[in-house]
């Protein structure tokens, strides 16, 4: 990697605040998933409550403790766990930032990776009876109009699926640890707002949009399964444009 990489600045910055045992520990990239979840979660969640009024804040609130009860105190538990006991995930922690096109080569590969994986998954999961009826469709329980935190409603196992799916570019493959931040942070974030609910201009363009992942959660035959991009869905048939 290129010592004079533009990013040189930011991961000198990160080095420096937590340190290569910190970076190294799984907590770092816990957190860019955590942060994924709760940055898009609050904001749309403050545009539901007050700014559209589609939800009062009571109703908002239920959403996201039936949503979030478990995981959110999973990462507390999870972050004393690292801290009591450290652990590592690199063996190496690099002192050189990424290059620019390091970092938009990984996060390209990245998000096709992790969707093409999950929409084979995600459309396994309908196919298969057993796991549909005792595991997905605990997140089929909520119907358009969704929130924001039906991204999270989830059955344990599917949590844990998923996330390997997602992830699994970052996962198999040696990419630098703020590349896996970023990416680990940025997927998350858009499988959030695929079920924000809302139409958002230039962002349709690119992510799979909620408009239509909402035909996904209102139809018994899938449609529109990915929920990061719309590229498998529109290579393998399963596509349905939103009117």
Same mark, same amino acid.
């Given at each position: 990697?290129?010592?004079?990489?533009?990013?040189?600045?930011?991961?000198?910055?990160?080095?420096?605040?937590?340190?290569?045992?910190?970076?190294?520990?799984?907590?770092?990239? $816990? =957190?860019?998933?955590? &942060?994924?979840?709760?940055? %898009?979660?609050?904001? /749309?969640?403050?545009?539901?409550? @007050?700014?559209?009024?589609?939800?009062?804040?009571?109703?908002?609130?239920?959403?996201?403790?039936?949503?979030?009860?478990?995981?959110?105190?999973?990462?507390?538990?999870?972050?004393?766990?690292?801290?009591?006991?450290?652990?590592?995930?690199?063996?190496?922690?690099?002192?050189?930032?990424?290059?620019?096109?390091?970092?938009?080569?990984?996060?390209?590969?990245?998000?096709?990776?992790?969707?093409?994986?999950?929409?084979?998954?995600?459309?396994?999961?309908?196919?298969?009876?057993?796991?549909?009826?005792?595991?997905?469709?605990?997140?089929?329980?909520?119907?358009?109009? $969704? =929130?924001?935190?039906? &991204?999270?409603?989830?059955? %344990?196992?599917?949590? /844990?699926?998923?996330?390997?799916? @997602?992830?699994?570019?970052?996962?198999?493959?040696?990419?630098?640890?703020?590349?896996?931040?970023?990416?680990?942070?940025?997927?998350?974030?858009?499988?959030?707002?695929?079920?924000?609910?809302?139409?958002?201009?230039?962002?349709?363009?690119?992510?799979?949009?909620?408009?239509?992942?909402?035909?996904?959660?209102?139809?018994?035959?899938?449609?529109?399964?990915?929920?990061?991009?719309?590229?498998?869905?529109?290579?393998?048939?399963?596509?349905?444009?939103?009117?």
């Amino acid at each position: 990697m290129e010592a004079g990489s533009a990013l040189q600045p930011l991961w000198d910055w990160v080095l420096r605040h937590l340190g290569e045992t910190g970076v190294a520990s799984p907590a770092f990239l $816990l =957190t860019a998933v955590v &942060a994924g979840i709760y940055l %898009p979660g609050l904001v /749309f969640s403050f545009v539901d409550v @007050f700014v559209t009024r589609r939800l009062t804040l009571a109703q908002c609130w239920a959403v996201y403790w039936r949503a979030m009860k478990w995981y959110g105190s999973l990462y507390v538990v999870a972050m004393i766990a690292f801290w009591a006991v450290p652990m590592t995930l690199l063996s190496r922690v690099p002192t050189a930032a990424p290059t620019t096109w390091e970092v938009c080569r990984d996060i390209l590969l990245y998000f096709l990776v992790g969707d093409f994986v999950s929409y084979f998954w995600h459309r396994l999961e309908h196919r298969q009876g057993w796991y549909m009826k005792h595991v997905h469709y605990h997140h089929h329980v909520d119907t358009p109009p $969704l =929130t924001i935190w039906t &991204a999270m409603v989830v059955h %344990p196992v599917e949590g /844990f699926t998923v996330f390997a799916c @997602f992830h699994i570019y970052g996962i198999l493959f040696p990419i630098h640890p703020l590349t896996f931040a970023v990416g680990a942070f940025s997927v998350t974030a858009v499988n959030m707002i695929t079920h924000c609910g809302y139409r958002l201009p230039v962002y349709d363009w690119i992510f799979a949009t909620s408009r239509e992942h909402d035909i996904h959660h209102s139809h018994r035959e899938p449609r529109n399964i990915s929920v990061m991009l719309s590229i498998c869905d529109r290579m393998f048939g399963t596509f349905q444009k939103a009117h």
